[in-house]
């Protein structure tokens, strides 16, 4: 099963930046499809970003324009590139590592985002 660890979670005033780091392990990285979701308190977990193979992206609306999210194959690392940040960003941040077929895949532990405002 693959391993996925995030970092680079912290506390930013409003209108700051930050970058989400996540490195998987195993071999078969680049094939898989990467992909940044959150979780606010009391709130179900959502997409904010993906990243697939050929590095076709798409992103949640909220955070068009503001996001990116990209992978190095070599690394076996994908990042999420956060700039604007506002207070309603806060929230857990986890990264998930699924083959194109599979709708479910493996999930890191999570890192913490806190906007203040």
């Known amino acids: 099963q693959v391993q996925l660890v995030e970092s680079g979670g912290g506390l930013v005033q409003a209108g700051g930046s930050l970058r989400l780091s996540c490195v998987a392990s195993?071999?078969?990285?680049?094939?898989?499809?990467m992909g940044w979701y959150r979780q606010a308190p009391g709130k179900q977990r959502e997409l904010v970003a993906t990243?697939?193979?050929?590095?076709?992206?798409n992103y949640a609306d909220s955070v068009k324009g503001r996001f990116t999210i990209s992978r190095d194959n070599a690394k076996n690392t994908v990042y999420l590139q956060m700039n604007s940040l506002k207070p309603e960003d806060t929230a857990v941040y986890y990264c998930?590592?699924?083959?194109?077929?599979?709708?479910?895949?493996?999930w890191g532990q999570g890192t913490q985002v806190t906007v203040s405002s």
């Open positions: 195993g071999s078969t990285f680049s094939i898989k499809v």
């Open positions: 990243v697939g193979s050929g590095g076709s992206t």
């Open positions: 998930n590592s699924r083959l194109p077929t599979s709708p479910k895949g493996s």
